[in-house]
């Protein structure tokens, strides 16, 4: 099949390459040239796992094409996916203008001769798909119509920062909105090749799917604050939250994943989407009781381990020297969008405190936004040298397993504040650490 992929963001080059492995001609669109110029050279521009092989593979079978030209890219196109961003405005709700954009860019550019399914990829408002088909319509000049030359369908992404190629080649359903036949037609053979093994391919409509998206993101959301909370309650009660959540996450009804406490969620979607579904239904006059807690707790617990940290210093963090370890929001990805890394970073740098950090892959995004406030290290353990205390506030796996004897013997005092329970309590304790997590006992020295 002939696939554009309209946006090369992370959803529209990991779909674009996912579906040009199965054998499709896929072209994918952005009016970033400088992107775009990269891409076609070979040169990858997001950081994914496992992508950078399937990429290099399509682009030399030359399945994979990109181009800053929408009427280019869309030449004899069966699908038009838009993988276009849909950031939160300041009141909460996703921002429509990029993908309303390019749906008055389409409707002046699509024949009756042609006809061609169209495709919300993006994570957007229930509604959004008739707004597409308005806006196609209202700027059609060869009076194209709807359900003949063309269909706008839903198909959000259920996408893992950091296993999206598995999620993609091998997903645990797929979603389609589209009340149309021949719609449901195309995109059944789009997505067979990757559905063999039996998993479903869930046909609804257009509006069910878009909220579909929200409503998975929102519920895995509420899930991770609900341990965050009872991690809380641990510490004030003498519990420990990793008994906790091995005696829940037994119980099938509950299941065993998004019950690991921390330092909040970021990313691109779980923030995004929770408020984007609030503010949906506000306008519906609805107050979502539930996730405007869950926005809540989660902005205070990016910061939870501050006060922990202030506490042993006295109050007085001026002068201190503190090692960061993990800026991304999430292992395996470079990606730093609602990190809490950064909402610690600034908080330490507002108390006078200077940081060093260390991330295997952000560190140039992080870059861009502190410059030389803070220093960016080498190695996780150059950036121990002369600090106060180690904060860890991503899970890479290479933090799992540090030299204690090195690490303890590079700071000033052997004290760390760990926002994702990497150690075990018992061995941290015989090493003779101050150790400081979330939702278990405090090892003091």
Not at 4 to 12: L, W
Not at 46 to 65: A, D, Q, S, T, V
Not at 318 to 337: E, M, Q, S, V, Y
Request: include cysteine; charge should be negative.
């Amino acid at each position: 099949m002939k696939i554009a992929v309209v946006g090369t963001g992370y959803v529209g080059l990991v779909s674009g390459t996912c579906f040009a492995e199965t054998g499709n001609n896929v072209t994918c669109i952005d009016i970033d040239k400088r992107k775009i110029d990269k891409l076609a050279s070979g040169e990858i521009t997001i950081y994914e796992p496992g992508l950078e092989k399937l990429f290099e593979r399509n682009l030399k079978e030359n399945r994979l094409h990109f181009t800053t030209s929408l009427e280019e890219g869309i030449k004899g196109a069966e699908i038009i996916f838009l993988a276009l961003p849909t950031p939160p405005g300041e009141d909460g709700s996703a921002d429509l203008k990029y993908i309303l954009g390019v749906a008055k860019d389409l409707g002046g550019l699509l024949k009756p001769e042609n006809y061609v399914v169209i495709v919300d990829k993006s994570t957007v408002p229930v509604g959004t798909s008739e707004k597409v088909v308005h806006q196609i319509l209202a700027h059609a000049l060869h009076g194209v119509k709807e359900g003949t030359d063309f269909d706008v369908v839903s198909n959000p992404e259920f996408l893992r920062e950091g296993v999206a190629v598995d999620d993609f080649m091998k997903p645990d359903r797929v979603v389609i909105g589209t009340e149309s036949d021949k719609a449901r037609e195309v995109m059944g053979r789009l997505y067979a090749p990757f559905v063999r093994q039996g998993n479903p391919v869930l046909y609804m409509d257009k509006r069910s799917s878009e909220l579909t998206k929200y409503a998975a993101n929102s519920f895995l959301a509420a899930k991770i604050t609900f341990m965050n909370e009872i991690a809380r309650v641990c510490e004030l009660l003498g519990a420990d939250v990793d008994m906790v959540r091995r005696g829940i996450g037994s119980d099938s009804r509950i299941g065993k994943r998004f019950l690991f406490p921390g330092i909040g969620y970021g990313g691109s979607c779980f923030p995004k989407d929770v408020q984007a579904l609030v503010k949906s239904s506000n306008e519906v006059n609805y107050q979502f009781k539930m996730l405007e807690s869950v926005i809540e707790v989660n902005e205070e617990q990016k910061v939870y381990l501050i006060p922990k940290i202030k506490k042993f210093f006295n109050e007085d963090l001026k002068g201190r020297h503190f090692a960061i370890w993990g800026l991304a929001f999430k292992p395996n990805t470079d990606d730093i969008r609602e990190a809490p890394a950064l909402y610690i970073i600034k908080a330490l740098l507002e108390a006078g405190a200077t940081v060093a950090a260390y991330d295997p892959e952000a560190m140039k995004n992080v870059k861009e936004i502190f410059g030389d406030q803070i220093r960016f290290a080498e190695s996780p353990y150059d950036t121990l040298v002369e600090a106060d205390a180690l904060i860890i506030a991503t899970e890479w796996n290479e933090f799992r397993t540090p030299d204690f004897e090195r690490l303890g013997s590079l700071l000033k005092e052997k004290v760390i504040f760990d926002g994702r329970n990497l150690f075990d309590l018992n061995q941290i304790e015989q090493l003779g650490f101050y150790y400081s997590s979330i939702g278990r006992k405090t090892i003091e020295k």
